[in-house]
């Protein structure tokens, strides 16, 4: 199968910075959209930013400005650079991935890291 294997996070002043780090690894075939996900307590799990294998990239409006992702194909690995963080930008962040795997035959799947957390303090 695939793991999706997260760094990076952390407790962080606000104002300050952080850069998350996914790496995939398994049976890969091919990585197509990577991305990542934030869930804080008592509230839905939501897209910070996403980015295809081609680069092209979707950022949420509320973090717009101050994250940015980016990816490297050869490493399976996606990153998301975190700048001017806020208290509200408190999250477990989630690693998400859309891969292709090669067992027997071809086979799509999402698959999830198991969560890194980031704290901002006031």
């Known amino acids: 199968q695939v793991q999706l294997v997260e760094s990076g996070g952390g407790l962080v002043q606000a104002g300050g910075s952080l850069r998350l780090s996914c790496a995939a690894s398994?049976?890969?075939?091919?990585?197509?959209?990577m991305g990542w996900y934030r869930q804080a307590p008592g509230k839905q799990r939501e897209l910070g930013a996403s980015?295809?294998?081609?680069?092209?990239?979707n950022v949420a409006d509320s973090v717009k400005g101050r994250f940015t992702i980016s990816r490297d194909n050869a490493k399976n690995t996606v990153y998301l650079q975190m700048n001017s963080l806020k208290p509200e930008d408190t999250s477990v962040y989630y690693c998400?991935?859309?891969?292709?795997?090669?067992?027997?035959?071809?086979?799509?799947?999402?698959?999830w890291g198991q969560g890194t957390q980031v704290t901002v303090s006031s």
């Open positions: 998400n991935a859309d891969v292709t795997t090669v067992h027997i035959r071809l086979m799509k799947g999402e698959y």
């Open positions: 398994g049976s890969i075939f091919s990585v197509n959209v």
């Open positions: 980015i295809t294998s081609g680069g092209s990239s």
